[in-house]
């Protein structure tokens, strides 16, 4: 996916490095990254689900899951495995109806990864008074 500005690839970039840090069998949610990198979750989910073929094989991506589990119907790789089957191969448990099992005991603090991606925090938010 070609980044549209420079603020875009940057969030990109930190995006795919803290999803490339998730070892296999553990879990992070669009909410998590995005509370990392002070974005909403929905463009984490957008920047994953936009990967082109060979960034995708290259990516984790199945890692990063919505913060109720449940998974997008139709998601799945270049290679046609579906998120589900990406995610049972290591060992998550997923239900018929395509939720996570015990996100809880797959989920992995995004600081603790080994990404090297600090904590972002937006300057140009408004302050609540």
Known sequence: MKARSPAFARIQADVLAIVRSVPPGALVTFADVGGHLDVMPRHVAYILAMLAPAEQLGTPWHRAVPENGRLRRGAGDALGASQ??????????????????????????????????????????????
């Open 84 to 129: 589900a089957d990406l995610l049972r191969a290591e060992g998550v448990a997923v239900t018929a109806a395509g939720v996570i099992a015990n996100l809880a005991a797959h989920r992995c603090p995004v600081g603790g990864l080994p990404h090297g991606v600090p904590v972002q925090r937006r300057q140009d938010r408004p302050t609540g008074g």
